[in-house]
């Protein structure tokens, strides 16, 4: 049956990772519950955070796209949303901005 492949639920699947993210083990840390909520996800979905240098960063962005039309869309509104941190918080990270860290 043509389509069935594309209909399986990614639950529960990683997707393309492209980076192991920066996560607290605080499960009440909202970077966590983002990476968490993406795992969960049935439809396409991206998570992007910014790369973590732990001698000279003190701000992690993440950013979470659930259940988007397209692998493509979740990528492009995660990093969006991710970077959009910068400007609303008036920060700099050394290790520069966001970045696709998992989409399926």
Request: with cysteine.
């Amino acid at each position: 049956m043509p389509g069935v492949a594309a209909a399986e639920s990614l639950a529960g699947k990683i997707g393309d990772k492209r980076f192991a993210p920066t996560l607290s083990l605080d499960p009440k840390e909202a970077c966590y519950k983002s990476y968490l909520a993406y795992i969960a996800a049935s439809g396409h979905s991206a998570y992007a955070t910014t790369f973590y240098s732990r001698v000279v960063d003190l701000h992690i962005f993440c950013s979470v796209k659930l259940n988007a039309p397209s692998q493509k869309a979740a990528e492009d509104i995660a990093l969006r949303a991710c970077q959009s941190g910068f400007t609303r918080w008036k920060v700099k990270t050394a290790s520069g901005g966001c970045a696709i860290a998992a989409s399926k």
